[in-house]
């Protein structure tokens, strides 16, 4: 469309002048192209180049709808039009996502015979078909392998905890990032005035609670998309339980998985240039539950949510997701009815 409106009717090159143009600006962008790769080889492992180089050139066609990171790291879907922008949607957000008005300017997008693509947990990609009532050629969607979404609510008192304690701002978040050469999986986050804090995720305080599925939104624990029936026409995650010596490097690096769910998929899945092993649905299925099990509701979740709501989130922090957090009886659990007579009990002998 640009080279449209810039070379079209009314200008005043003639076809030769326009032609050599073209070829330079050809030649400009192949050169560059080695350029780039050679860049992002340094700093990006194979797959997350080849999503890189997949989207970009969704983001020169079309627009590239995704979740991403505000100013005040919250997490919301947004529209990237071009490749410089697409680096925010990188990344694993397990936060849920605000869904702002997207679906509406997905259509509008589709409307004027852009091409979209659609990146989401698979509620978002089914709401999406649901709200444009069809299935429009230009759009294309990847759902994500998706557990849970954790309740934004928490993270935002996470958020203001963090800041608080580090007396900055935080700028920006890895929820899973990796260190090279490692296989564990970090929470990082870094504060203005360069202050940062990273731990395993396991080890962070958003990690224990998000693991233990304790602040998850309410339909995650009955998802009804947790099998390998998806909605989207490509699904992107993480791919566990291959044999040990296959491929340990890029094991430790880390191995994707990509489902094609559609002819659509399939033809994109096609034409790109990735390093890629077929393996079977039911190995897929097997080693990620993701795709075959819900994320059970934790017995401390409603004690959590009623502290959450009636106390000082410094105490509910404490109580719950520390490393030195009180042991929890298992009587004492929520939803257990001995645990709520021993509770009366004891007020009574108060
Ligand atoms: S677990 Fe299910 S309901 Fe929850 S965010 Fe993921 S797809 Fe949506």
Wanted: charged letters at 20%.
């Amino acid at each position: 469309m640009i080279w449209t409106d810039s070379f079209g009717e009314g200008t005043t090159l003639n076809k030769q002048k326009r032609a050599d143009l073209l070829l330079v600006m050809v030649t400009f962008f192949w050169g560059a192209s080695y350029y780039l790769t050679n860049l992002c080889l340094t700093d990006l492992q194979p797959m997350n180049l080849n999503a890189f180089r997949f989207l970009s050139a969704f983001a020169v066609l079309g627009v590239v709808f995704g979740a991403a990171t505000d100013e005040q790291l919250h997490v919301r879907h947004i529209a990237v039009h071009s490749a410089e922008e697409l680096p925010r949607l990188r990344g694993t957000k397990p936060v849920q996502s605000e869904i702002g008005d997207c679906y509406q300017k997905v259509r509008y997008y589709l409307d004027r015979g852009r091409r979209v693509l659609f990146s989401g947990t698979p509620c978002q990609v089914d709401g999406l078909y649901r709200y444009l009532g069809e299935h429009p050629e230009n759009l294309l969607t990847c759902d994500v392998l998706c557990s849970g979404a954790a309740s934004p609510g928490v993270w935002a008192h996470l958020l203001q905890t963090m800041a608080y304690i580090k007396q900055h701002e935080p700028l920006s978040v890895q929820f899973f990032g990796k260190l090279p050469g490692e296989r564990e999986r970090r929470f990082h986050v870094a504060f203005q005035g360069g202050g940062v804090y990273d731990a395993p995720i396991g080890r962070s305080d958003f990690g224990r609670g998000l693991l233990r599925g304790l602040f998850l939104r309410p339909a995650c624990h009955a998802c009804p998309y947790v099998t390998a029936d998806r909605p989207g026409d490509l699904t992107l995650g993480s791919f566990h339980g291959l044999p040990k010596d296959f491929y340990p490097e890029e094991q430790k690096r880390g191995v994707s998985l990509l489902l094609v769910n559609s002819p659509k998929g399939a033809h994109v899945f096609d034409t790109l240039p990735l390093k890629r092993e077929l393996r079977t649905l039911d190995e897929a299925v097997a080693g990620n539950p993701a795709l075959r099990s819900v994320t059970c509701i934790p017995a401390e979740r409603s004690a959590f949510f009623e502290a959450f709501v009636h106390q000082p989130f410094h105490q509910v922090q404490h109580r719950f997701l520390a490393a030195s957090r009180p042991r929890v009886a298992p009587a004492e659990k929520a939803g257990s009815k001995r645990g709520l007579l021993q509770r009366l009990l004891r007020r009574k002998e108060k």
